[in-house]
């Protein structure tokens, strides 16, 4: 029974591999890859560590799991305790990975809302070349509330900076001082009162009890006209028939959704028929970009050697939270 | 015969009007306002100075025309001589009312190539839900190289310097020092060195003889394969047919016009059937951004003042160069 490290991720790479196998050695441990979960599923019972993306299932059947540390940053389907046969099994995710990734996303979408892209895409496609009616929008001079101050939300605040907004307000569940890259940092008690003056709310939040929901009808109503919403936590967080109605009346100038539920997103669903609602098929942090990808090996290394001196994991998350 | 400054501005609000007027009556001036050209053709006679948009017509019918104000960037159809009826007569442009807007533009279609988000529009629009093979790429760790280091170009970098590109130059006819915006300021001479190490092409350059097919055959096999090509200068600068058999066979990874030539691109030209080109219909410096007409207005007040005091012109366009 050695001490084995499972690995699971769909990017690996021959660089990769080595870099794993190499601390994997200098801790006293033997490494194994799995192409998928479903190879995996039964076949990691000696396993003390997992690092990757795997099904529930997985996680389940590893008997001697101590650590797994999850390449996802939003890890609420391994929150729950009856998952793990070992109670006090630890689990880190990759929240800072994709800071970078979803913040681009988030600038594009954003941008594609304010210029109208969409219809302009329509009027591309249609083989004319004309000038809408109407104006365009700027994030210069808009007030920007971003719901969920992480990593996902301060990457983006610091690029959105250099675009002048009017403000840039961050939103976190408790009080905590911002690090520059916003102009103010309130609570989500203060919601309410931000709402009426945000012309992009941007979401960023991690599936939770308190998330559930947090954009409903009543909060969406307290938007201004033609405020714009673009959502890349978890599609729980939006009360999507209330959106829906939203877009279509026109009280919101449009939305951007990169999460939905349920995930896939059947054809008939109708979000799909909604006006002005930019959607994107869960990509905004698409683990395809290197830069996630290396970012990604690198924190599992980190704490790697952080689990094996016995210290303080640094992307520990407490299950009891959900992040 | 009084001293008269007629404006041809479509977007003309009763602030700006009672600014223009406040501003005219102060300096002994009046003021007419004409809805459209056709309705300036032949009864601008009397104008010592013309504000705004404009055909060559109502130039060529303006008999005391002195100071020609036009609130485009690129001013190429006013820099012929023969326009004129008085050859002293001062054109000035609107460069830097256009920088905010144009700078988003491209930061958004930037994204959009690097994301593939046409693609995924295209997967939305077949009622999928699907991450596409292959990767995504990022702003970050990009070698952006900047054709036209004017207002626009400028802005662009100030916003793309947020993503944190691996590189960032500036490239202008003769050298100057950046403003801090750029990493490194060159000069179109060292244009071909330049372009093997370019991952990001931007181009805002104004239309004179030099920058005609400036982005030739020979230079666009100079770019590293899958570099990406955006213009919002003028569709000159692009040998066009190089640049659909660039994208076509895949050299280039993708391209972005929002100038083309002619304008307005026919409903059939091979343009519309290039790979991976996203086409917008001339809108880049959209005058519907409440920023750019603001700033524009201003401008021509400022210039205006100058103007009555003898001083120089901030904006004034050197007809013999083109800009």
Redesign the interface.
Known sequence: MGKTIGVIIDFLNDDFRSRIDAAAARYGYKTRYYPDSASAVGNVDDCEILYGHCSQKVIASAGSLKWFCCCWAGVDPFCKDELYQNPDCLLTNSSGAYG??IA??L??TA??L??R?ME??E??RA??????P????????SRITVLGAGDIGTEFA??A????PAKLIGVRRSARSGDGAFDEMRTTAELDSLLPETDLLVMALPNTPDTVNILDKRRMALLPEGALVINVGRGTAVDQDALIAALDSGHLGGAALDVVVP???P??HPL?EAKNLL?????AG?M????TREKDVEMFLEDLESYVAGKPLKHLVDRKKGY
Chains 1, 2 share one sequence.
Not at 127 to 132: A, D, I, K, P, Q
Not at 288 to 291: M, Q, V
Request: no cysteine; net charge positive.
């Open positions: 970078v990734t681009e996303h600038i594009m941008l594609m304010l210029r892209q302009y895409t009027v591309i083989h004319e070349w004309r000038v809408l109407g104006g365009i929008r700027s994030l210069y001079g610091r690029r900076r250099a675009f002048r995930e896939p997103l054809a008939d799909r959607l994107t098929p869960h990509v698409n395809t970009l290197a830069y």
